[in-house]
């Protein structure tokens, strides 16, 4: 009996796994190699650019939602980040990929630096067959 509960559960164990690998949205060998070109582009321009240079990267339909002031993109002109440095991509379950990263700013009024995490989230445009950084330019001025 308890043999037959363990494969039993197993079988539970097993079907429920592949359900929920065939439910979520696969990336294709092409897709990850774009996404990891596009984000070591990103890094860059968020390291050496300009905000306006970081723009063409926004998902437009995040930049609709959530539009970026002149105010804001004045304060992007206040600090120059010395370090972008991000970790691994982590699937999501809707097929968008996630990363952290370790951002170091310095403002350039005071010449004081600070370290802070932002989170990222990839979606892959199917239309435009690119990657959109689909939750806005980094909070660089978030509460510690």
């Known amino acids: 009996m308890r043999r037959l509960f363990q494969i039993l559960l197993l079988t539970v164990f ?3 796994s592949v359900s929920a690998l065939a439910a979520e949205p696969k990336t294709t060998k092409k897709q990850r190699k ?3 070109e596009t984000q070591v582009k990103y890094d860059s321009t968020m390291r050496w650019g300009t905000v306006e240079d970081a723009l063409p990267y926004l998902d ?3 930049a609709k939602v959530h539009p970026l002031t002149d105010l804001e993109l004045r304060r992007y ?3 120059k980040i010395s370090s972008y440095r991000a970790g691994d991509n982590v699937p999501l ?3 968008r990929v996630g ?4 951002v170091r700013v310095i403002n350039n009024n005071t010449q004081a ?3 802070l995490r932002v989170k990222e989230i990839w979606r892959w445009d199917a239309e435009g067959k690119r990657w959109l950084q689909a939750n806005g330019l980094p909070d660089l001025w978030q509460e510690r």
């Open 14 to 16: 097993a079907l429920t």
């Open 34 to 36: 774009e996404l990891e």
């Open 60 to 62: 437009p339909e995040y």
């Open 77 to 79: 002109e206040q600090v």
């Open 93 to 95: 379950p809707d097929g």
């Open 99 to 102: 990363r952290n990263a370790e």
């Open 113 to 115: 630096e600070r370290t």
